[in-house]
């Protein structure tokens, strides 16, 4: 069956800090691959996807480059800022109507 | 643009009592529905989706149901709360296939706390 495995943290970073959060999947067939955000008291928003091997997904200064080769996703931001902190949340899509989700990675970013 | 209508924002309700969650999208037809959970922690658990009216699919035997009644509404029900049926709970949808490569938009999600 199709899973996906993040790195559960929680992560704490001080302002300006590189991010990132680990992302790897199993899956039968071509997946899409997606990163939510969910800050606190929220429900989840979709924050960048790749549907194809090699694509880099982009948004808000996050990116994720789908590897087929390494069967990962990681999330990656240059320089975190304090309204960065929510907890994120890898999940892929394939061949189902589900989407499979990781377990999330809380950010808390310090000024 | 399509939209998508989750109610209420808070709940708190006694054991053993009634529940109704209410879900809605607008600007889109035949979207397939989901309702999540996700209890204290961060982990999100599918309870229930559907791909058209009357039909849903449950993921997890227990104490709720789910309905669709019409095209874009989605209900989470229960006729006994129990304690353990706190949580946070989210609608969602998308559209296309089972093999499509959209991703599901979510709703801002109800707060239920059983007491």
């Known amino acids: 069956g199709n899973s996906v495995t993040q790195m559960e943290g929680p992560v704490t970073l001080s302002e300006e800090a590189f991010l990132t959060i680990n992302c790897t999947y199993t899956a039968t067939g071509y997946p899409s691959l997606f990163w939510y955000v969910q800050y606190p008291g929220e429900g989840l928003q979709l924050l960048l996807k790749a549907t194809k091997a090699d694509d880099k997904g982009s948004n808000k200064g996050f990116e994720a480059t789908y590897r087929k080769e390494t069967t990962s996703f990681h999330l990656e931001k240059g320089s975190v800022q304090v309204s960065d902190s929510a907890v994120y949340f890898c999940a892929l899509r394939a061949g189902s109507y589900q989407l499979t989700f990781g377990k999330g990675t809380k950010l808390s970013v310090i000024p | 643009s399509q939209t998508i209508h989750q109610w209420p924002a808070t709940l708190v309700q006694p054991v053993g009592s009634p529940l109704s969650l209410e879900c809605t999208v607008e600007?889109?037809?035949?979207?397939?529905l989901y309702w999540y959970r996700q209890a204290a922690g961060r982990g999100l658990q599918l309870l229930f989706y559907?791909?058209?009216?009357?039909?849903i699919s449950s993921e997890v035997p227990q104490n709720l149901s789910a309905s669709r009644p019409q095209d874009r509404q989605f209900i989470l029900s229960s006729k006994k709360l129990l304690l353990s049926d706190s949580g946070f709970y989210l609608c969602?949808?998308?559209?296309?296939?089972?093999?499509?490569?959209?991703?599901?938009?979510f709703g801002s999600g109800t707060r239920l706390t059983v007491v």
């Open positions: 559907s791909v058209g009216i009357g039909q």
């Open positions: 600007g889109t037809s035949n979207p397939n």
């Open positions: 969602a949808w998308s559209a296309g296939t089972a093999s499509s490569n959209y991703g599901y938009t």
